[in-house]
């Protein structure tokens, strides 16, 4: 399971009701093209930079309603300007992920929790929010609960892929946090194993599943069909948490995964979920 920027759209699941499938994959495909351009390997980062400021300047003119222009990136505009145009989409959170993968092209490090927050608010919440959109979900709690389970997702991705992403220079951890534990970026670039990091990452593990059970009610709260597909969100979440922790939280070092054998306990714990977040912790 990777809980990455884009990857928890419910593309094609049966989940997804039919009629809202094409909007649902426009915003994918929309995401994944960006989040591409931002990570094109070799490509200079000033050349990313200009592709995503092309790309920005699409968006704004497909939103003031323009055709898309002829290119590589009218099969992403064309469907997303008629789901724009069919739900009334809000320009707010698209231009919230083009600006947390324009920041993705010379990632910083981010002082304490609530700059990685600030980052998150706009590479992982929008999602939440534009999938509530589309049910016409829009009261202040239900944002707020969308937006805990989206941060806490996009930091499980952080913890679960520590050792691929440090030694990149990726460093998500916060300095604040570090600090405290007596841990260095340069450290975790060379990924050296210590009982410090373990309880680093045990602090920030916690830290997400706290974020992880603070939102979770909104599945309870949603009808149908993407309140159960919320349910699975958030127990895949909290049971990469659960992985994280079976390896003493040494993801320095070994990247956890979900396969086949996790899909009937997941279900299980989907079926049984309860709607309070002391039921949730209890569970898991």
Do not use: K
């Amino acid at each position: 399971m990777s809980v990455d920027h884009y990857e928890n759209f419910p593309v094609a699941s049966w989940l997804c009701p039919p009629a809202l499938r094409p909007a649902v994959q426009a915003l994918y495909w929309f995401a994944r093209t960006a989040d591409d351009l931002a990570d094109e390997g070799d490509v200079p980062a000033c050349e990313r930079l200009a592709r995503l400021a092309a790309y920005r300047a699409e968006l704004a003119r497909v939103l003031a309603d323009a055709p898309p222009a002829p290119g590589p990136w009218r099969t992403v505009f064309e469907p997303l300007q008629q789901a724009v145009r069919r739900h009334r989409l809000p320009a707010a959170p698209l231009f919230d992920l083009l600006s947390a993968f324009e920041q993705d092209v010379h990632p910083p490090t981010y002082a304490d929790r609530a700059a990685l927050l600030d980052y998150c608010r706009r590479s992982a919440n929008p999602i939440g929010r534009l999938l509530l959109h589309l049910y016409r979900v829009d009261d202040a709690t239900a944002l707020a609960r969308s937006d805990a389970v989206c941060s806490a997702l996009q930091l499980i991705n952080f913890w679960q892929d520590l050792g691929v992403d440090a030694p990149r220079g990726r460093h998500y951890v916060p300095l604040a946090d570090a600090r405290r534990h007596g841990v260095t970026l340069a450290q975790l670039e060379a990924r050296d194993d210590t009982p410090a990091v373990r309880a680093l990452v045990r602090d920030l593990c916690a830290w997400a599943r706290a974020l992880m059970l603070d939102g979770a009610p909104l599945a309870h709260d949603l009808p149908g069909r993407i309140g159960w597909e919320l349910r699975l969100v958030v127990q895949g979440g909290l049971r990469v948490l659960d992985r994280i922790a079976r390896l003493d939280h040494a993801t320095l070092r070994q990247r956890p995964t979900l396969g086949a054998a996790d899909a009937l306990p997941l279900l299980w714990r989907a079926l049984t979920m309860r709607p309070t977040p002391a039921a949730l912790e209890r569970a898991a």
